[in-house]
């Protein structure tokens, strides 16, 4: 099982990005799916999480700026944005709780560096 993440980049201040993430290999199931980042010298910190039903929860900081959504059909989980801030720079990486091979387990992305600067 692997993920792969990537549509990071530098953006300006205001401006917005979207994030893709999408899982591949022998997956029998997909249960949360979700966003951490983590900025220099600062722990990762999850930024959205979507749970297998739909529901959703945001770290404060971004609430009405990101949307995560998931396309089930591509194993996909995305963090749409906007109004992006300075304080937004960080390596974003996704994780899922996959149910493959029979066994239950995290597994996350590589990363992709988000830089918000003028």
């Known amino acids: 099982v692997q993920l792969q993440a990537y549509g990071g980049g530098l953006v300006q201040p205001g401006g917005h990005l979207r994030l893709s993430c999408a899982a591949s290999?022998?997956?029998?199931?997909?249960?949360?799916m979700g966003w951490y980042r983590q900025a220099p010298g600062k722990q990762r910190e999850l930024v959205a999480l979507?749970?297998?039903?739909?529901?959703?929860n945001y770290e404060d900081s971004v609430k009405d700026r990101f949307t995560i959504s998931r396309d089930n059909a591509k194993n996909t989980v995305y963090l749409q944005m906007n109004s992006l801030k300075p304080e937004d720079t960080a390596v974003y990486y996704c994780?899922?709780?996959?149910?493959?091979?029979?066994?239950?387990?995290?597994?996350w992305g590589q990363g992709t560096l988000v830089t918000v600067s003028s």
């Open positions: 994780k899922a709780l996959i149910f493959a091979n029979g066994a239950h387990r995290g597994y």
């Open positions: 290999g022998s997956i029998s199931s997909i249960n949360d």
């Open positions: 979507i749970r297998s039903g739909g529901s959703t």
